[in-house]
């Protein structure tokens, strides 16, 4: 059943279902349409402590997460609060029905109720130690795991891919952390995304699920790969899931021409992770997420009689070569993106038990261009390991003009 709503209404409806004996959950996410808020999603639910009923409303910010437990006579304010932020998405699962509250740009609310074919009983779900929040969640019926092959049509997660469940969740909550930070939810129109070297499409996919349909965050997303077998794949994928807002094409990275909002590139093999961060940095794309593949450039130049004699202990043993190879390239990479205005970092997104290419490169758009602090550092790589790194060649004039500017 679908009906549209009064804001008054909707604040109604919200409060008197939390507030019910028979909630369990809710979610809130997506653009604020109300109170300035700081928050990208909220998620509150009731739980038991030392034999008492409160409520936890979980905060997820870009930069942060809180969770704050209240007594019943202690939620009202908070829940007010919460509801004038304004989000617009907000999903509510009781006892006997899940209510979807949408509101768009022009503050048009939209509810859509339906009844669970099986009553939600209250159970251990409820407890303290229920399973943790996750973009994602396991046991809940989600079409898209599905027909990834990744859970039953009853939302349970089969044994085989495990890792993979876990690597999106992980993926999707880096996605998440920054999203704010890039100003994407300012935009008044799709946020574009490019997927450079798509693959299987498990993150292109999730992505594209995640933002639009549980974030309710209007996104289309453009996967590119040069596997015509794996392209046909994802289409037929897309196909199913009547994902409208997701095209996959067979093509080199870096020749896509798309000013994209939003660049993926996930284990790209070797220098074309460089390729797709200098199609980031055409692009002036607000956000770069990469989690690079196997190096091989650096690898075949740096030699155990180029650096330090110091070095030379760990530079002969192939194995050790390879891996500092490895670093010294994603280094490089981290820093030719800061030299060109994008606030950088590196980070571990997922346990090595579920991939072991788990380092990933975070990349918002916003720094200053050719601070003279980070081209000196740069300089002094490239004099210390004797090499010039492909991402200085793939980025091109633009690059090499900060770098001779401020040196």
């Not at 009064?6 to 919200?14: G, H, V």
């Not at 004996?21 to 030392?50: K, N, Q, S």
């Not at 969770?67 to 006579?73: A, E, G, I, P, S």
């Not at 530079?315 to 030719?336: C, E, K, N, Y």
């Amino acid at each position: 059943m679908e009906k549209n709503l009064d804001r008054d209404e909707m604040q109604d409806l919200i409060c008197g279902a939390v507030r019910g004996e028979a909630f369990r959950r809710a979610t809130f996410a997506g653009a604020t349409r109300g109170a300035p808020c700081e928050w990208v999603r909220v998620v509150v639910r009731p739980i038991e402590l030392r034999g008492e009923r409160y409520f936890q409303f979980a905060y997820q910010g870009a930069k942060k997460a809180v969770t704050k437990n209240f007594l019943d006579d202690e939620m009202e304010a908070p829940l007010d609060e919460l509801v004038g932020y304004g989000f617009a998405g907000v999903h509510i699962t009781t006892g006997a029905e899940e209510i979807d509250i949408r509101t768009s740009r022009k503050g048009r609310v939209h509810i859509g109720r339906h009844k669970l074919k099986e009553p939600v009983e209250a159970r251990e779900a409820e407890a303290h130690n229920r399973v943790k929040d996750v973009p994602l969640p396991e046991g809940k019926a989600d079409r898209l795991l599905e027909v990834m092959g990744i859970a039953t049509p009853d939302g349970r997660v089969r044994p085989t891919m495990r890792a993979k469940y876990t690597q999106i969740n992980e993926f999707l909550k880096q996605l998440r952390h920054v999203f704010d930070d890039a100003k994407l939810a300012d935009l008044d129109r799709d946020v574009s995304i490019l997927d450079c070297g798509c693959g299987s499409s498990y993150l292109t996919l999730a992505a594209h699920h995640y933002l639009n349909d549980v974030l309710n965050v209007p996104a289309r997303i453009l996967g590119v790969d040069v596997n015509e077998e794996v392209i046909r794949k994802s289409m037929d994928r897309a196909d199913q899931l009547g994902a409208d807002k997701l095209v996959f094409e067979c093509r080199r990275i870096g020749t896509a021409d798309v000013q994209a909002d939003i660049v993926f590139a996930l284990h790209a093999c070797d220098t074309a992770t460089d390729d797709a961060i200098a199609q980031a940095v055409r692009s002036e794309a607000r956000l770069l997420l990469s989690v690079p593949c196997c190096h091989h450039d650096l690898n075949k130049v740096i030699r155990a009689d180029g650096p330090a004699d110091v070095l030379r202990p760990v530079l002969r043993h192939g194995i050790l070569l390879q891996r500092t190879a490895d670093l010294v390239t994603d280094a490089f990479r981290a820093l030719a993106l800061r030299i060109m205005g994008y606030r950088t970092d590196v980070v571990e997104f997922v346990a090595t038990e579920h991939t072991p290419r788990n380092l990933m490169i975070r990349a918002v758009r916003g720094a200053p261009a050719g601070e003279a602090a980070h081209v000196a550092e740069y300089i002094e790589m490239k004099r210390f390991w004797r090499v010039t790194p492909y991402i200085e060649k793939v980025l091109g004039e633009p690059f090499q003009q900060l770098v001779r500017a401020t040196s």
